[in-house]
């Protein structure tokens, strides 16, 4: 079974910046779109970006575009998350998630991907 491990949390001041990584094993990883989502206390569970299989395409929600940055190194099963002009409001748990394999579509909903790592907590303090 796939497993994913989110590494790179912590505390930062706002305006700063932050490179969550995400390895994964048990899979074949270039197969997976994978995903990044977050979670503040008493919020959903947000989208914050994807990177496709195919084509390693991105998709980002509109809060983080053009700040966070999604890439990808098959060769070390890693999706990395670079997070820049940092602001408080993105305080919350990280968490990454793979789609089956070969995965159709542009996924953006949690339950478009069944394998999610346990997260990593990023604090933006003002």
């Known amino acids: 079974q796939a497993q994913l491990v989110e590494s790179g949390g912590g505390l930062v001041q706002a305006g700063g910046s932050l490179r969550l990584t995400c390895v994964g094993s048990?899979?074949?990883?270039?197969?997976?779109?994978m995903g990044w989502f977050r979670q503040a206390p008493g919020k959903e569970q947000e989208f914050v970006g994807h990177?496709?299989?195919?084509?390693?395409?991105?998709l980002y929600a509109d809060p983080v575009k053009s700040r966070f940055a999604i890439s990808r190194d098959n060769a070390k099963n890693a999706v990395y998350l670079q997070m820049n002009s940092l602001k408080r409001e993105d305080t919350a748990v990280y968490y990454c998630?793979?789609?089956?394999?070969?995965?159709?579509?542009?996924?953006?909903?949690?339950?478009?991907?069944?394998?999610w790592g346990q997260g990593t907590q990023v604090t933006v303090s003002s």
């Open positions: 048990g899979h074949t990883f270039s197969q997976h779109t």
């Open positions: 990177i496709h299989w195919r084509d390693d395409s991105t």
């Open positions: 998630a793979a789609t089956t394999p070969f995965a159709r579509g542009a996924p953006s909903r949690g339950n478009d991907y069944p394998n």
